[in-house]
């Protein structure tokens, strides 16, 4: 991939005028995988409650049509563009906000990729590049964030894993492997961020109605999924941003290392 970064002159420092700044006031959260879907719910619900948003995709344009929607509507935020598989792209993210307000208060993990694959037919390359994008990323941004929370200790880190992984679907072992991974990461890391008074956890998706979904299964089979389902609804990018703003927000300051299940009530566990 050629990417880029971008450029981070639609980012605004001012108080977000014509928003109810509420539970995010001046914090800055950095959002990976924020050009559609997920990501894009989350930034514009963080801008929305007063934080300072450093959102990141692949997907430059989008991310910054996304930075820039954000500040027209009074809020803050700035894009770059990259691949979250090399820690090159992901240094000048991270060096933004800390230049910019020398803190960086709330990370969150949400790019990944879930292409079908028949295992039998899976080759080594899609293995490692789920793998890569999915799971290895993380690696990379804790390393990369992790320090700077350690130094202030004080941060809030929201890992985006899968409902996949408590279901487990044929097509699909590479990426429910990956989320796995996240979860299992999760819990570490909350182990050792513990004592820096630094949050960890992690959100469990069920079938979200996306763009990206869109080019891998049909409305039947979204409508199918629905049906085993509690709520009888398509499940929103919304419906999980509201539950990564509560776990990024002091409402969550008694948790660490659990896993939150977002699906609908599809799987209880």
């Not at 990426?175 to 992690?202: D, F, P, Q, W």
């Not at 389902?229 to 969550?252: K, N, T, W």
Request: charged share 20%; hydrophobic share 45%; net charge neutral.
């Amino acid at each position: 991939m050629n990417m880029r970064q971008g450029p981070a002159d639609c980012f605004s420092k001012g108080a977000p005028a014509g928003y109810d700044v509420a539970m995010l006031k001046d914090r800055v959260a950095l959002i990976s995988g924020a050009a559609t879907g997920i990501g894009e719910a989350v930034a514009r619900l963080f801008a929305s409650q007063g934080a300072h948003t450093y959102i990141f995709d692949r997907d430059l344009a989008g991310c910054q049509r996304v930075a820039e929607s954000i500040v027209s509507a009074g809020g803050s935020a700035a894009a770059f563009g990259g691949d979250v598989r090399r820690r090159e792209d992901i240094a000048p993210w991270v060096a933004s906000a800390i230049a910019g307000f020398g803190r960086i208060d709330v990370l969150i993990n949400n790019a990944g990729i879930y292409p079908r694959q028949a295992f039998l037919e899976m080759s080594e390359a899609q293995w490692d590049e789920m793998h890569q994008i999915n799971l290895k990323s993380m690696f990379h941004t804790l390393q990369m964030v992790l320090p700077h929370m350690v130094a202030r200790r004080s941060g809030k880190v929201v890992n985006i894993s899968s409902v996949t992984f408590h279901l487990g679907m044929a097509l699909l072992s590479h990426y429910v492997a990956t989320k796995g991974g996240v979860i299992g990461l999760t819990r570490s890391i909350a182990r050792e961020m513990g004592e820096h008074n630094i949050h960890v956890n992690c959100i469990t998706p069920g079938a979200i109605k996306t763009e990206s979904e869109a080019k891998v299964l049909t409305e039947e089979q979204a409508q199918g999924m629905m049906a085993s389902q509690c709520l009888q609804r398509r499940i929103l990018p919304v419906d999980i941003a509201r539950v990564c703003l509560f776990l990024s927000s002091e409402l969550s300051d008694g948790m660490t290392g659990q896993t939150l299940n977002v699906d609908g009530g599809w799987v209880m566990h």
